[in-house]
């Protein structure tokens, strides 16, 4: 929402960020639970006297956006997903302030994994996993909700089954075409579910805990194809779209998808010297390169979705 002010129109938010929070829970049988949250919070309210008066009087401090993060992790006494807090803390702001109509509350989860020893599952030990996940709620007054969650830094690489061929060739073109290479990539995900009030999410708590598994397994299962066979991928723009496509027939309540796939590339290695050839390349040695890599994204929805 714009104000006009001195003749101009003036837009402004404020909030926290990076709130770390770490949030155990202990159930009856004495089997602990973890998770780490670092919380950025954006609030759009009605406070422009601050900017333009030097009047602080409808001003939520960020201060106390830092210590409410703290506040309702304690309140939260039932262990729930980061969607469901990032939820409780929007519709916090915007309940709590009559100032607050909008409220933007971003979470990157640390990826911290029960740790399992000789195949059990330990009661109380961690350990840091890789990829993250994300989510960002949009919560306004009205209990109009957007919901997005996702995936950063899932690295994924096969040693086969890929290929890149019939692309355009042209005198600046050298690579040469091949149906056998590696490929690999570090995708970062992101979709909308279609829930469009904070009254209508799904009651359970780790219901998009659950989502975001399954989303995961779609991703990853769609890239490598079946274990003993996998799938031939044409290209990363193909296994992309792939990727995309089965997540929104998969999965009923998710509207859109968002992915970014760079082409980490493995070059091949040949060593030669003037009079002798010292590695010939046999599909077999790789130069790993993240420095320059490919750029590929896409994003797909419903015909009826918003994005
Ligand atoms: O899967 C690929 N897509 C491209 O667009 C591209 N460009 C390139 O040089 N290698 C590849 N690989």
Redesign the pocket.
């Given at each position: 929402m714009a104000d006009a002010i001195d003749g101009f129109n003036f837009e402004q938010r404020h909030g926290k960020a990076r709130v770390r929070v770490g949030r155990a829970w202990r159930n009856d049988d004495g089997r602990y639970f973890f998770v780490e949250w670092n919380v950025s919070i954006s609030l759009l309210s009605d406070c422009v006297a601050a900017y333009v008066r030097d009047d602080n009087s409808d001003v939520v401090a960020t201060d106390t956006m830092k210590n409410t993060v703290y506040v309702k992790a304690k309140e939260c006494t039932q262990q729930l997903s980061v969607e469901d807090f990032a939820i409780e803390l929007a519709k916090h702001f915007t309940s709590f302030y009559q100032q607050v109509h909008t409220a933007i509350v971003k979470i990157v989860e640390k990826p911290w994994e029960r740790v399992s020893l000789e195949g059990e599952q330990h009661n109380h030990g961690f350990k840091l996993g890789s990829e993250k996940h994300t989510t960002e709620v949009i919560v306004k007054k009205s209990g109009a909700l957007r919901l997005t969650s996702g995936i950063e830094g899932l690295a994924l690489l096969k040693t086969t089954k890929s290929g890149?061929e019939g692309?355009i060739r042209d005198k600046y073109t050298v690579?040469p075409e091949t149906r056998e290479r590696i490929l690999a990539t570090e995708v970062t995900a992101s979709w909308r579910y279609s829930y469009e009030s904070v009254l209508t999410i799904p009651r359970k708590p780790l219901y998009f805990t659950e989502r975001y598994l399954d989303v995961k397994k779609v991703l990853v299962e769609t890239f490598f194809g079946t274990p003993k066979e996998g799938v031939y991928s044409p290209?990363?723009?193909s296994t992309l779209y792939d990727m995309a496509k089965t997540v929104l027939i998969r999965l009923s309540d998710i509207s859109s998808v968002q992915l970014k796939m760079p082409?980490l590339h493995f070059l091949p290695v040949n060593l030669s010297s003037k009079d002798n050839t010292i590695v010939k390349f046999d599909d077999d040695v790789y130069l790993p390169t993240d420095e320059p890599h490919?750029s590929?994204e896409a994003s797909l929805s419903r015909f009826w979705s918003k994005m």
């Open positions: 890149f692309f690579l290209s990363v723009q082409n490919g590929i």
